[in-house]
């Protein structure tokens, strides 16, 4: 068992190192996608967990985002996404795309003892032969552990547990044993995706959640002036898409579901502009509105006070083009997801700059 143990974990003690001498793109290249791997050869995907502290180990997970923030406009859409898994399938140590070398192998690591011990782990024999009797009549087998950082997640991993009755879903297992941790899966057959957190979830929905930064425009424009705006009067910005300063309620969604066998994770974000809504920012000043002025287009019946102004003190002269005039937003985020879960996540914020040009115009005052 010990050197059983042993070159189990050497694979993933030596891509751990790896990791640590390596960059973020190179790890990221190193990612397995377990959705896709094989039923029959193919590279070995790294062990573990063993040594392996949670975190430290990453597959390919398929998730469905959906919501008023997702990408694609909204309409949802699946994507791969790098995450740390709490339980996983990956492929057995040994040669594990051929049945018959798999059955030598565990009579090696059992020593023929079908010790509670062992039947916890490699479980009967009996399935093993099952494997090789697939083998020979054409089918290809490919053997694969389940690995969980905390063992008591293998039950939601849907693996069972001792003397807790629950139906097993590996053929051959007697019910009130704990499972055992090989499977041979067919080719064609779903192997079970990655388990996730729905906290891991939810921060990768924040990461791929959609604000659309402020477009702006003002008035006046003098047109003789290359558009400029001018000094000591009110200038009129408003927000010209909504969603930017969250439309309606002030907020976007997104919803993040994980797609495999066996899950039903999910995790939704929601993200709340702060209240100050639009901050515009420019050399030797700035202004707050809130999103209801934000979005107050300039018409002629509007007042001084119903919309986002700003009054300039000074012409642009030495900014070509104009002021730098900074349009932002600031958005808070919170999830909830599937286990009555929920936190809250570190905040967003979107941020553009266009050039207001600002002239100044001599008046004569007669007494």
């Known amino acids: 068992m010990a050197d059983e143990e042993g070159a189990d974990l050497h694979g993933v003690e030596e891509v751990t190192r790896r990791r640590r001498r390596l960059g973020a793109a190179a790890v990221a290249a190193m990612t397995v996608p377990l959705a896709v791997l094989g039923t029959g050869g193919g590279a070995r995907a790294d062990q573990g967990p ?88 054409g089918q290809n087998i490919s053997w694969y552990k389940a690995f969980c950082y905390n063992p008591n997640d293998y039950v939601d991993y849907g693996l069972g547990s001792v003397d807790t009755g629950d139906d097993n879903p590996i053929a051959g297992n007697n019910p009130t044993w704990q499972t055992f941790l090989y499977r041979a899966f067919g080719a064609g057959e779903p192997i079970p995706a990655p388990m996730v957190t729905p906290q891991e979830l939810a921060e990768a929905a924040r990461d791929e959640l959609q604000i659309p930064d402020p477009e702006i425009d003002r008035n006046p424009k003098v047109h003789d002036t290359d558009d400029a705006t001018l000094v000591g009067l009110p200038t009129y910005f408003w927000v010209t898409n909504p969603e930017a300063v969250g439309g309606e309620d002030g907020e976007k969604r997104i919803r993040a579901d994980v797609i495999g066998a066996g899950q039903a994770v999910w995790a939704e974000v929601t993200a709340k502009i702060h209240d100050d809504g639009l901050v515009l920012s420019w050399p030797g000043g ?25 009054e300039f003190q000074h012409a642009s002269t030495g900014y070509p083009g104009g002021y730098p005039v900074q349009a932002s937003t600031a958005w808070d985020a919170n999830w909830q997801g599937s286990g009555g879960t929920a936190g809250d996540l570190p905040g967003l914020a979107t941020q553009v700059t266009a050039l207001i040009p600002v002239a100044e115009v001599q008046n004569i005052v007669s007494p």
């Open 50 to 137: 063993g040594e392996v502290t949670p975190g430290g180990y990453t597959v390919s997970v398929q998730i469905r985002f959906s919501g008023d923030a997702a990408p694609g406009g909204g309409g949802g859409v699946t994507k791969s996404i790098a995450m740390h898994p709490s339980c996983w399938w990956a492929p057995a140590p040994g040669n594990y795309t051929s049945a018959k070398a798999m059955l030598d192998w565990y009579d090696g690591v059992t020593g023929g003892v079908e010790s509670p011990g062992m039947l916890a782990q490699y479980g009967p024999r009996s399935v093993w032969e099952d494997a090789v009797a697939r083998e020979a009549a």
């Open 286 to 310: 700035s202004k707050t509105c809130a999103a209801p002025l934000a979005l107050e287009a300039y018409g002629a019946d509007l007042k001084e006070g119903e919309g986002c102004t700003v």
